[in-house]
């Protein structure tokens, strides 16, 4: 009998697979009692979480990534769409990203970033983690943040005002891109909403800096 909750691993996180057919109360059970057994494995990961096979309203999600919550010690970062359009669509984004645009390579930075913290490069750059208030990355080329913004982030630091810094979850002090600055609010969102948060690109347009979701018409129509 094929089980009604199938958790499966996939280079961005963990993906659901939800029984379309089973009531939502039982499903809900079922994927508490599933996390529960795989806690000791999971550990304390950072991921980002997809759901498949089932339409979930808002609170039935939002009731799923609590029951997950409270029975691991996973953090989840975000719920995303598991879709294969989209997931080629930020892979494309992200090595773009990565490109500065003179034939140099960009870098990879694994970990958070604390107040008082600065990274620095002369390339563009993903980092695989937050940066926590008080915490800045500075790059001559893109940033591409597989994590948090809650600092100040700063790109094109040769002046270049077509870099762009994009981030899963866009909660800044300050961006600052090319001779563009923008100051933000820089406030945490609750747990749930930095979990329905939007994957967001800042880049440089009409002499200001606009903060918008990552769709594909949006990357067709800035000049990567």
Do not use: H
């Not at 975000?78 to 990203?97: G, I, P, S």
Request: aromatic share 8%.
């Amino acid at each position: 009998m094929k089980s009604p909750v199938i958790i499966k691993s996939f280079p961005d996180g963990i993906s659901i697979i939800l029984d379309d057919k089973l009531p939502f109360p039982e499903l809900l059970e079922e994927v508490k009692r599933k996390f529960r057994e795989s806690s000791k494995f999971f550990k304390a990961a950072k991921i980002v979480l997809a759901f498949e096979g089932r339409s979930l309203t808002d609170e039935e999600e939002k009731q799923m990534v609590i029951a997950i919550d409270e029975n691991t010690d996973l953090f989840i970062m975000c719920v995303l769409e598991r879709d294969e359009k989209k997931n080629e669509m930020f892979l494309k984004a992200a090595n773009q990203y990565l490109n500065d645009g003179q034939g140099q390579g960009g870098q990879f930075y694994k970990g958070t970033l604390k107040s008082g913290q600065t990274l620095e490069t002369d390339s563009s750059i993903i980092v695989l983690g937050d940066i926590n208030p008080g915490a800045q990355v500075i790059s001559k080329g893109n940033i591409v943040i597989l994590g948090t913004l809650y600092g100040k982030a700063y790109a094109g630091g040769n002046g270049n005002s077509e870099n762009f810094i994009s981030a899963l979850v866009m909660q800044p002090t300050q961006l600052r891109i090319g001779d563009y600055i923008l100051e933000c609010d820089g406030s945490k969102p609750s747990k749930w909403l930095r979990q329905r948060a939007v994957p967001k690109i800042a880049y440089a347009k009409d002499k200001t800096i606009q903060i918008e979701p990552i769709t594909k018409e949006l990357l067709n129509d800035i000049p990567l």
